[in-house]
């Protein structure tokens, strides 16, 4: 069928306008609820090293703090009260820079500025090891406080401390500055492969039935830190980011033992209010028989999980919990 000549300048500039109203609803939000300071979360670990196998501490978005053996690995590092110039966090860490252990490792899936900040990886302690996709150490200064800087393609591995950290695929993009992610493409998960256990980190990413079987092929992970969002406009972003109902077909594929929920609540960008990918994801869990291996950890709450030699289990909780605050100060939480 033929078009008129102007069709496609019409739809062209329709589609920019369209996307332009979109970007300015979130700056807008995004702006409102930044002009308050960060919520205090209260009662912080200042200890968190554990006797158990494995433990997950989740900080805010992206960031958690994971224990697997004697290694520490912490995913993403966002720990400051901003990112970029103007986005800031609506809750602070779950846990206090300053009482975080000595990390081994520090995963960064990809360098868009809700998961590579700069001024964060310098908080960091320990000298560990810094593991990337391919591609993504180009955004990494060569003075930042760590003993190496290790990329590595999808299905390539690294062995530090006993873990070895292997570079997963995703369905996202690279780049930092908006317009680089046109051509720069390198993100990715993590599988962590320890005596203690196994853990998958997804960091962002759209649904894909066969990557996500294909991870959990062979040894499903004990734990999988998957986000919920940013959920809305889903056109928008059903291609790089999950929804809750994503996030649990992607549980559900991997054929993971828990669910530790991540990437939500903290920043805003996204359509979504900045608590219903979580209000939603909690009412869609609640209906599985298996909602018990589902957490959503309140910020800075540590899930402790125990094995039997073949796989973890879950036993149980520490730190701050979102049935001892006022829960109404953090959204809906329950
Ligand atoms: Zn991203
Ligand atoms: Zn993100």
Redesign the pocket.
């Known amino acids: 069928m033929a078009v008129d000549w102007w069709f496609w300048p019409a739809l062209a500039s329709g589609l920019l306008l369209f996307s332009r109203i979109f970007m300015v609803r979130i700056a807008w939000r995004a702006a409102v609820l930044s002009l308050r300071s960060a919520r205090k979360v209260p009662d912080r670990l200042t200890v968190l090293r554990v006797e158990q196998p494995a433990a997950v501490t989740w900080l805010g978005h ?1 960031t958690a703090l994971v224990q697997l053996g004697d290694a520490f690995i912490l995913t993403d590092p966002v720990l400051k009260d901003r990112i970029g110039t103007v986005q800031r966090r609506l809750v602070e860490p779950g846990v206090d820079p300053a009482h975080l252990p000595p990390i081994d490792i520090v995963v960064i899936s990809h360098a ?1 500025l ?2 590579l900040d700069l001024p964060s990886l310098r908080l960091v302690t320990g000298r560990g090891v810094i593991v990337a996709p391919h591609g993504v150490a180009k955004h990494l200064p060569r003075d930042l406080p760590f003993a190496q800087i290790i990329e590595r393609k999808v299905g390539e591995s690294y062995e530090h401390r006993g873990v070895t950290v292997t570079v997963t695929g995703a369905r996202h993009w690279g780049g930092r500055a908006g317009v680089d992610g046109l051509w720069d493409r390198a993100c990715g998960g993590f599988s962590f492969r320890a005596a203690a256990g196994t853990v998958f980190y997804a960091g ?1 990413t759209g649904y894909d039935a066969e990557l996500f079987a294909e991870i959990g092929r062979g040894q499903p992970p004990d734990i999988a830190l998957l986000p919920l969002g940013p959920a809305r406009p889903r056109w928008a972003m059903r291609m790089n980011h999950l929804d809750p109902a994503d996030a649990l077909r992607v549980f559900d594929d991997l054929r993971a033992g828990h669910f530790v929920a991540v ?1 939500h609540s903290t920043f805003i960008h996204s359509t979504d209010p900045p608590h219903e990918p979580r209000r939603e994801f909690l009412a869609l869990a609640a209906q599985r028989p298996d909602a018990a291996r589902i957490h959503v950890p309140f910020y800075g709450e540590q899930l402790l999980f125990t094995g039997d030699g073949e796989r973890l289990t879950f036993a149980g909780r520490r730190g701050p919990n979102a049935a001892a605050v006022d829960v109404a100060a953090f959204g809906p939480w329950r």
Do not use: F, L, V, W
């Open positions: 992206a868009h809700d998961h962002d990437h």
